[in-house]
């Protein structure tokens, strides 16, 4: 557990608040904090009163600026290693040997709401890593969706003023539905595959711990021998890529804003580490131009069908840090944090980005010295020539030119036998121009591939939210303009948005019009695999609850890794149809069925559902089922679906499994033919299915 950061971080972890009294920033003893020094009983309060101007100070001064995007996350600790040697295609050390762990630090992030804003919002979720590697530090600094918005990084600003909240009245918060926005896209197509995106469930992931990352770019990695092959990095979810629904994503922001945020911090808390694995794309240096549409391009993937994923590692995150500021919000990612055998291709927008991340860092963390906060120093040893500035931690000694015969020539450049990072050496030429490469001009193919990827319940998932989107859009020429450029995408997804807007059918047009589509794109082929583990299950109990049953079906799905809570009218205990009291994990009042993922409705003794009447039960069973959600049903729980009109309580008696509605309608003790009927419509995580549901 104790890793070399874990071990690093003692020198910076402050005096244990139990081992000292309350001191000033001095260290001096304070004798009393509760009331400042005053003259007199009712007099006025004296500056001499140091503890008093030093407390309100520091209080005055404790917020620095927020990241101007990605500004609210949440972070993790844990460790990365390699399956193999990745020698073949990179000389970076830490990729070398499989039997070496290199410490990580994630921070996960939505983009476009500030600090406070709701985690299930829809947007594009930030999945920065950064490997405290031997040769330095090595930030993966990557999102949840492969392409990004705009092809030069120069639009950045344009974009970024775009989606966030409107000039004027700053509003929306952590929403892209609003006028700004939409008007930018429907001028800019080459927004639209990323938007594709947006609109899709990848933008209302269930979990951190479910969702897949990419570094977007085409990266290069550079061999021992100076070999160069370009790669794309991703990382896949062990628990399988998962969503919410938008209507379930929109109550969990008012039920639970800190829901991705907790999931994270509570799992890892329970020992349930997440786990994703780190796989590369590689592609030649001699097929750089073997595709239909450039490499360079960020806004294009190249499909897995075409180059599939080699997965080289797997990354554990196994801490939670223990102080949100100092390590969740003074992290500083930089694309540029590179180490030897990772190096850059001519990506405009990665170039880009290569100036603004450190540039971004001076201002939010006030001044050049911020590589020496804790979460950012490297363990690799740091010797540089690079001095003083604001925050200056470090006591150099000696001196801080090149070349230097004071101080013995030291630093030595490119010291005997270290790993130096050297510069991939491509041939560059060309007339200096402002000019966007002919080669990024198709901005609609790969936004139809992602659409012809798509299952049925996914496009309509995705012509919803461009109805919701769009519909909170107040310009209707911004509206119109969007379904022009949604038709060339594709005819039934342009029309099938502008029957909701109300606007006339867009002609069909050609520009997107190809039906080639990537399977791998689909989430209905990233389930994983098929577990239930750390999926909240709640159980809807009230008095006279048939306890065994409550029992049996706890147990068998606490078996399977779930995390099982008895949830009543009222918080303590409730009465068992067994005469005993039985503990209430949750009130009714304080949860919401958004907060789970799958229900369970026991019934009691030969009766009913003892909540069958309760008016916040019986909403909970309703948007289960709304939300695709597994249910659960056994004994006089299944004449509660029935009145609920969520199955039926006839049959031959046996376990009846229908779009992901489990019902057993015995009263006797719990079958196995039911909690494995149950364990797996759980598993299936969402049953868009359903005839007359709205998943
Ligand atoms: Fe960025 C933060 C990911 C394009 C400029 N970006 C930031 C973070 C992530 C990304 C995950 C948060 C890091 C953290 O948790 O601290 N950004 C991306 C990806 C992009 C991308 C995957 C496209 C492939 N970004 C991008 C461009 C620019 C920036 C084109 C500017 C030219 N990004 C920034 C920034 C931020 C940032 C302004 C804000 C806070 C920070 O850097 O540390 O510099």
Same mark, same amino acid.
């Given at each position: ?56 100070? &520091? ?31 990179? &000389? ?102 990323? %938007? ?86 590689? %592609? ?110 470090? %006591? ?37 121009? &402002? ?261």
């Amino acid at each position: 557990m104790a890793d070399a950061k874990h071990r690093q971080l003692d020198d910076d972890r402050a005096v244990d608040p139990a081992s000292h009294p309350l001191t000033t920033d001095q260290g001096t003893v304070v004798d009393h904090t509760d009331d400042s020094l005053t003259a007199g009983d009712r007099g006025p309060t004296l500056l001499e009163d140091f503890h008093f101007r030093e407390k309100l100070t &520091r209080f005055d001064h404790e917020r620095i600026p927020e990241r101007v995007v990605h500004a609210r996350g949440a972070g993790a600790y844990g460790y990365f290693e390699p399956y193999a040697s990745c020698g073949a295609f990179t &000389r970076a050390a830490f990729l070398s040997d499989p039997g070496q762990r290199t410490p990580v630090f994630v921070r996960f992030s939505t983009v476009q709401g500030p600090r406070g804003s709701a985690d299930t919002v829809r947007d594009v979720r930030g999945f920065a890593t950064k490997f405290y590697t031997s040769e330095g530090n090595f930030d993966l600094v990557g999102n949840n969706f492969p392409v990004f918005f705009i092809q030069d990084g120069i639009k950045f600003p344009d974009f970024v003023h775009a989606v966030k909240p409107e000039p004027d009245n700053e509003i929306p918060t952590g929403a892209s539905a609003h006028d700004t926005l939409w008007d930018f896209v429907s001028l800019q197509p080459e927004t639209l595959h990323a %938007i594709m995106w947006l609109m899709s469930d990848r933008a209302i992931p269930r979990s951190y711990r479910m969702m897949q990352g990419f570094g977007v770019h085409t990266f290069r990695l550079i061999a021992a021998d100076g070999r160069a092959t370009f790669a794309k990095f991703h990382w896949k979810p062990k628990l399988g890529v998962h969503s919410l629904v938008w209507d379930e994503a929109q109550e969990c922001q008012g039920r639970d804003p800190d829901f991705n945020r907790r999931d994270l911090w509570e799992a890892i808390e329970a020992g349930e580490y997440p786990e994703y694995e780190l796989g590369v794309q590689l %592609i030649p240096e001699d097929d750089e131009f073997a595709f239909d549409f450039d490499l360079l391009d960020p806004t294009k993937i190249v499909p897995e069908e075409q180059v599939p994923v080699q997965p080289i590692g797997r990354m554990v995150l196994n801490r939670n840090p223990e102080n949100f500021f100092a390590e969740t919000e003074q992290v500083a990612f930089h694309v540029g944090n590179v180490v030897p055998g990772i190096d850059f291709t001519n990506d405009p927008l990665l170039q880009a980005r290569l100036f603004s991340y450190l540039d971004t860092q001076l201002l939010r963390l006030g001044g050049p010295n911020f590589a020496q906060l804790p979460v950012n120093r490297p363990l690799a040893p740091v010797n540089t020539n690079q001095r003083d500035g604001f925050h200056q931690s470090r %006591i150099h000694r000696g001196t801080s030119y090149t070349e230097n015969s004071l101080g013995g020539g030291c630093p030595v450049v490119g010291g005997a036998g270290a790993a130096a990072f050297t510069h991939h050496a491509e041939k560059v030429e060309g007339a200096k121009i &402002r000019r966007r490469s002919e080669s990024f001009q198709d901005h609609h193919s790969q936004a139809a591939l992602f659409w012809n990827s798509m299952a049925d319940w996914e496009q309509r998932h995705i012509v919803e939210a461009f109805r919701f989107e769009l519909g909170k859009v107040g310009a209707v020429m911004v509206r119109e303009r969007t379904v022009q450029e949604l038709g060339k995408v594709d005819h039934d997804l342009a029309a099938g948005v502008a029957k909701g807007l109300g606007l006339p059918e867009p002609p069909r047009s050609a520009a997107g019009d190809h039906k080639h589509a990537s399977p791998a794109l689909s989430q209905t082929r990233l389930r994983g695999p098929g577990s239930i583990r750390t999926r909240k299950i709640a159980v809807l109990v009230a008095d006279g609850v048939d306890t065994a049953q409550v029992t049996a079906v706890r147990d068998a799905l606490a078996g399977h890794g779930a995390l099982v809570e008895a949830i009543a009218p009222q918080d303590g205990t409730v009465a068992g149809a067994d005469g005993e009291r039985h503990a209430v994990d949750r009130a009714l009042p304080t949860v919401a069925s958004v907060l789970y993922d799958a229900v369970l409705v026991p019934g009691g003794g030969e009766g009913n559902a003892p909540v069958a009447d309760d008016g916040a039960a019986i909403r909970f069973v309703r948007d289960a089922y709304r939300h695709g959600k597994a249910i659960g049903a056994v004994g006089g729980g299944v004449r509660m679906l029935a009145a609920l009109g969520l199955g039926t309580a006839d049959g031959d008696g046996g376990v009846r499994t229908e779009h992901g509605v489990v019902a057993d309608p015995a009263t006797g003790p719990v079958r196995e033919a039911f909690t494995d009927a149950f364990v797996e419509a759980i598993a299936a995580h969402r049953h868009p299915e359903r005839p007359d549901g709205r998943f």
